[in-house]
């Protein structure tokens, strides 16, 4: 354990618009970060896990978001969680390690000993306490998240060798074309505050840089070469890799779930687990019913209380019900996550999808996809305001907002 002298502040990266465009149309209604997973907005899963952090002392969320699309949900789960949240709004992209570094007086304001970096989209269990008992005993800069994947998916991420027996971070590569290593960067980390240090001694180098480099008039116009300014730092490429092999950083490997949440099929994978998560932890939030006074329920399903669902209702496994939901009788639902005021009417079927805010399903309709959450049309997705009419089947496809749909569908993106 630490001594009562230390204190833990948490960062979450919340990311901006100019991101996640592989998570619309749900982006286009809400910020990504916003989006309820088991009942409760993406950003509060890895919150809810820095509440188990000894010492914390506050927990600062960083983005390009507007600061009012956050106000509510700041003041409400700060409020809920007792402890001191922030949201800091980046002027423009400055980089995984240049947005902490840009905010870096705030983020030492209490004095920390320790830094906890979270990426809002990933999914796991965020074994903090852990991490950071591990973290002490390395003695170095810092400790990251590390966990197991299949050879073949390893290149999708940020690659990484390490000591077997020491821990020590020996190599580090991000998304090699060739493969280096099944262990993978899960974009969780522990710092100290010599992280600064570190940040600063790359955002030098590159202003150095670029006072010897004469650009061309043509470089000058392009995108890239007007927006990412020498403060813009990647934690991966420029802080990771130059640092491995110095007994700076360290891993910590989960052997618990893990994964990135990109897209809406990986919402509702996502959803489910941290659902499964709840059994052991907070069983009361979840849903409990035989068919009789209560809908039959199977496996694990979180159904808000303001949601009206009939008794003779199939829910389950891997469902989520948000607010003022309405499901009918003989509805039967599966793997899916239904939004805030959608309507299932009776006896229609919903697998593996999303139901849009306002949207309707008609009677004896057929909302379903394939359940391969990776693909772009393995999930049926509804948007905003969409209405399935009676008796239509829409299969493995995404429809943006405010359509009507009277014939079937399906492998298509309805725009």
């Known amino acids: 354990m630490g001594t009562a002298e230390e204190r833990a502040i948490a960062v979450i990266m919340v990311g901006g618009p100019t991101k996640g465009t592989r998570f619309r149309p749900l982006s286009f209604d809400i910020p990504k970060p916003l989006f309820p997973l088991a009942g409760q907005p993406m950003v509060h899963h890895p919150i809810s896990a820095c ?4 010492n914390l002392a506050q927990i600062y969320l960083i983005g390009f978001h507007e600061e009012r699309e956050f106000a509510l949900f700041v003041s409400s ?63 170095g800069m810092g400790t990251i998240l590390v966990v197991k994947v299949s050879p073949e998916s390893a290149s999708e991420f940020g690659e990484l060798v390490a000591d077997p027996v020491t821990n020590e971070l020996l190599h580090y590569i991000e998304k090699p074309e060739t493969f280096v290593s099944d262990l993978i960067n899960c974009g969780v980390y522990i710092f100290t505050p010599d992280i600064f240090t570190a940040i600063e001694g790359v955002t030098t180098q590159q202003k150095n840089r670029a006072n010897l480099r004469r650009v061309s008039s043509f470089e000058a116009m ?23 092999g110095k007994k700076q950083l360290y891993i910590y490997e989960t052997k618990d779930f893990w994964e990135q949440i990109k897209t809406p099929g990986m919402s509702i994978k996502c959803s489910a687990l941290y659902l499964s998560q709840f059994r052991p932890i907070s069983p009361q939030l979840l849903a409990n019913g035989d068919g009789i006074k209560k809908a039959s329920i199977s496996g694990d399903v979180y159904i808000h209380p303001s949601a009206k669902v009939h008794p003779t209702a199939k829910i389950g496994p891997g469902v989520s019900i948000s607010a003022n939901a309405r499901i009918g009788a003989g509805a039967r639902l599966i793997n899916c996550i239904i939004l805030d005021d959608a309507e299932i009417k009776e006896n229609a079927v919903v697998i593996h999808a999303i139901v849009g805010w306002k949207s309707s399903i008609g009677r004896w309709a057929r909302i379903q996809a394939s359940g391969d959450y990776n693909a772009k049309l393995g999930v049926t997705l509804l948007g905003e305001s969409v209405i399935v009419e009676d008796e239509v089947v829409v299969v493995n496809s995404i429809v943006l907002p405010h359509k009507t749909l009277n014939v079937r569908v399906q492998d298509e993106i309805l725009l």
């Open 51 to 54: 509440k188990r952090i000894p």
């Open 222 to 244: 392009q995108p890239d070469t007007r927006n990412l300014s020498s403060d813009y730092v990647r934690l991966d490429q420029d802080i990771l890799s130059p640092l491995a």
């Open 77 to 139: 789960v700060s409020n809920e969680l007792k402890v001191p949240i922030k949201y800091l709004k980046e002027d423009k992209p400055h980089g995984s390690a240049g947005g902490l570094y840009s905010f870096r007086d705030q983020i030492m304001e209490d004095d920390p000993s320790h830094i906890f970096l979270l990426n809002c989209d990933v999914c796991c269990s965020f074994p903090l306490p852990e991490m950071l008992d591990a973290h002490r005993k390395y003695g």
